[in-house]
């Protein structure tokens, strides 16, 4: 799966998130420092909608299974 980061200009350096992913958002002085930001951003986003569904889920019957996405 790949997902599309999207960097704007702007005076006080670059916005940065990712179109899939609600929350994956940052911003940094410079491009690499906004695309470096980004990936910590897209982790702790992933890692507390994990944790937040794991809480939800305590007490019911699930069951888990990892699985791969073609990009379109």
């Known amino acids: 799966?790949?997902?599309t980061?999207?960097?704007?200009?702007?005076?006080?350096?670059?916005?940065?998130?990712?179109?899939?992913?609600?929350g994956a958002n940052t911003q940094g002085a410079t491009l690499d420092?906004?695309?470096?930001?980004l990936k910590e951003a897209v982790q702790l986003v992933l890692e507390a909608?994990?944790?937040?569904?794991e809480r939800s889920l305590v007490g019911q019957r699930v069951s888990k299974e990892r699985f791969t996405v073609a990009a379109a």
């Open 5 to 22: 980061a999207v960097y704007i200009q702007v005076p006080e350096g670059y916005i940065a998130f990712v179109e899939e992913l609600p």
């Open 33 to 37: 420092e906004a695309r470096e930001n």
């Open 1 to 3: 799966m790949e997902l």
């Open 49 to 53: 909608n994990r944790e937040l569904t």
